[in-house]
């Protein structure tokens, strides 16, 4: 039991929350400093991202204890307001012990003279490194490696491998592999710290080499790095110019962190919040990232109202159809969206091709057809008992069920493929086109069914 209470209060919580803010209120500068200093850098990030901006600015004036890897990990809404509150001087120490990888995600989004105070904490080979990856296209491999790598030459032994790693000055803070390259500084092949240390000091490290082996270049995308990162269970990779010499190397961390702002991104989108929303921004900027879509939905909203004025002599005369519309429009919406959410993900995960997009298609109008036909027997016995309503009107329920819950399945695969095509985001606007079809279908099946069957 204790050893599960200890489990429990590690990391951040509540009570360390109320405790640290508790600290800052009282100016007790050295009880912050003793409450922080256990915390992960992730963990101070957090907590940093979850406080007001008032109780931030606060905190960061009483302590001075902030480092590097706490502004690594800060969400970019907020870095620049923290950073503006350190002195320069305590900034240019936070950054300069980082690797050349996170200097540059801390440095790209930030104005000239930030930029410059940090680049001048830097020595030499630093900043050359970190100016020469901020000249390659935002979101590429170039920004997203670290210059610096751990190499060998391809004709070492283990045992000369492993003196020389004990006697290098510098070593990256982490690294998996050990780089074979030939004399010109090309990337041959791998070999991972695990098999260097288990294998014979005779042994040649050419002989030891990884099979998931591959490189990429400064100016691939990053996505596509992320991705064969996950695909192949890459845990690093060299990045080579185009000479084919290396110039940086890309880890699994890296790699993953573009995996998950992607899919933060695509769930951000797909529910119409811009696409770096967080709990941390202001009303303003809220706003900001919420009213375009609003309004966007406003106007698709008036394409659906529009149809329904198109028959207003019908649901004057059968009055049931006004309390029976919602139910068609929102099985509809929710069919689409159950659809658009498998497709933006299999998409996202490259699972959806131009291969198998006819298979996937003929896949989800079969759902919905079979989804269309059990609903429509419900709601049209619905139709009849509940709402009053003829025979007729329970057949012309349940056609309408089939066609909207058919349409918003076709609808759910077919939009985010046809915007893909197009070199548009699919989670950008998918959300918004498949609500105001299946919308539109559903009023107009519905109301144009009864208009024909029931008058």
Do not use: C
């Amino acid at each position: 039991m204790a050893e599960s209470e200890e489990r429990e209060d590690e990391g951040l919580n509540e009570r360390l929350v109320q405790d640290i803010l508790d600290a800052v209120d009282q100016a007790e500068g050295s009880r912050l400093t003793q409450l922080l200093e256990p915390l992960h850098p992730a963990d101070i990030a957090d907590l940093l991202e979850q406080i007001s901006p008032e109780e931030r600015h606060a905190l960061l004036t009483l302590w001075q204890g902030l480092d590097g890897e706490v502004l690594s990990e800060i969400r970019e809404g907020i870095r620049e307001e923290v950073i503006d509150t350190m002195a320069p001087e305590v900034l240019a120490d936070a950054v300069r012990e980082l690797d050349t990888d996170d200097v540059v995600d801390i440095v790209q989004d930030l104005e000239l003279p930030q930029q410059e105070i940090i680049l001048g904490a830097l020595n030499r080979a630093d900043r050359a490194a970190v100016e020469k990856a901020l000249t390659y296209p935002e979101y590429s491999a170039g920004r997203l490696m670290q210059r610096e790598a751990v190499v060998a030459p391809e004709h070492w032994t283990v045992g000369e491998a492993i003196d020389f790693l004990r006697e290098a000055e510098y070593l990256p803070d982490q690294f998996y592999h050990v780089i074979l390259v030939d004399p010109r500084m090309k990337p041959l092949s791998y070999v991972t710290l695990g098999r260097v240390l288990s294998s014979r000091r005779d042994g040649q490290l050419r002989d030891l080499a990884e099979d998931s082996f591959r490189t990429f270049h400064p100016a691939d995308p990053e996505s596509d790095v992320a991705y064969q990162f996950n695909q192949y269970h890459l845990i690093s990779a060299p990045v080579v110019d185009d000479d084919g010499r290396l110039v940086g190397v890309i880890t699994i961390d890296d790699a993953m962190n573009v995996l998950d702002e992607e899919h933060e991104e695509d769930i951000l989108r797909l529910a119409g919040v811009g696409d770096d929303s967080s709990i941390s921004d202001g009303v303003v900027e809220t706003l900001r990232q919420r009213t375009p879509w609003l309004l966007v939905n406003l106007g698709t909203a008036n394409i659906s109202a529009w149809v329904i004025s198109q028959f207003e002599g019908t649901i004057a005369i059968i009055v049931a159809l006004a309390a029976l519309m919602p139910i068609i429009a929102s099985m509809g919406g929710n069919a689409g969206t159950q659809s658009l959410t498998v497709a933006v993900r299999a998409l996202a995960t490259r699972d959806l091709t131009s291969s198998n997009a006819a298979r996937v298609v003929r896949r989800e109008v079969a759902v919905g057809l079979v989804n269309g036909l059990f609903f429509a027997v419900v709601m049209g016995a619905l139709g009849v008992t509940l709402y009053g309503g003829t025979v007729m009107l329970g057949v012309v329920i349940a056609l309408a069920m089939i066609i909207n819950l058919a349409v918003a399945a076709l609808a759910g695969v077919i939009v985010p493929l046809t915007l893909q095509k197009l070199r548009l985001d699919p989670a950008l606007a998918s959300g918004t086109f498949v609500m105001t079809l299946t919308d539109v279908v559903g009023f107009f099946s519905f109301l144009g069914l009864a208009t024909v069957m029931l008058l």
